[in-house]
Antibody, heavy 119, light 108 residues
Framework: QVHLQESGPGLVKPSETLSLTCSVS????????WSWLRQPPGKRLEYVGD???????SHNPSLESRVTILTDTTKNQFSLKLTSVTAADTAVYYC?????????????WGPGTLVTVSS | EIVLTQSPGTLSLSPGERVTLSCRAS???????LAWYRHKPGQAPRLLIY???TRATGIPDRISGSGSGTDFTLTISRLEPEDFAVYYC?????????FGGGTKVEIK
């Protein structure tokens, strides 16, 4: 069984960089693609971005170029960095495994971690 | 982008009852590329259905999905305790992928 767990600071100051890590157990991250999603309070789930198994990335255009997603195969983890955060980036952030065979849905998720942007 | 509207917002039901949840899209969803997830507070969301009607690994046959075009449904034939949760639909036929606002199924 694949398990994912998000970790990182729960509070980030405006204009700083949000950094989260997703630890994956029960399987290697090498052969799969991985994603980050988020849900702001009272709003819908939103796709943030992903890293494909070929190392390439994609991200939600609404986040412009603020998103970086990387894998660390030695630790079986992947990470999210979101720069220049504002209060609008306050959300529960989820990591997930992406099913990418002509499709684009998520078959395993972490429980999520709340990140609040506030001074 | 495709907007997904889920209804109803909340359902109050008893264990053993049957429930049908609706997910309506603002545009046709290509190839019926629609997934359903179940989410209990504090837990990881769980994939139930993909491609509108295909059960994910380990999902019992009392849970089923159907639909095409713009109208999709998730049906649970007999509610079990683990089914009391929030359900989300997600389309992946068009970019950007989008989620519905969710339907909460609560214990009556």
């Amino acid at each position: 069984q694949v398990h994912l767990q998000e970790s990182g600071p729960g509070l980030v100051k405006p204009s700083e960089t949000l950094s989260l890590t997703c630890s994956v157990s029960g399987g290697s991250i090498r052969s799969y693609s991985w994603s980050w999603l988020r849900q702001p309070p009272g709003k819908r789930l939103e796709y943030v971005g992903d890293v494909y198994n070929n190392g390439k990335n994609s991200h939600n255009p609404s986040l412009e170029s603020r998103v970086t997603i990387l894998t660390d195969t030695t630790k079986n983890q992947f990470s999210l960095k979101l720069t220049s955060v504002t209060a609008a980036d306050t959300a529960v952030y989820y990591c997930a495994r992406l099913v990418l065979s002509g499709t684009f849905y998520f078959d395993y998720w972490g429980p999520g971690t709340l990140v609040t942007v506030s001074s | 982008e495709i907007v997904l509207t889920q209804s109803p917002g909340t359902l109050s039901l008893s264990p053993g009852e049957r429930v049908t949840l609706s997910c309506r899209a603002s545009q046709n969803i290509i190839n019926s590329f629609l997934a359903w997830y179940r989410h209990k507070p504090g837990q990881a969301p769980r994939l139930l259905i993909y491609a509108a009607s295909t059960r994910a690994t380990g999902i019992p046959d009392r849970i089923s999905g159907s639909g095409s075009g713009t109208d999709f449904t998730l049906t649970i034939s007999r509610l079990e305790p683990e089914d009391f949760a929030v359900y989300y639909c997600q389309q992946y036929g068009s970019s950007p992928l989008t989620f519905g606002g969710g339907t909460k199924v609560e214990i009556k």
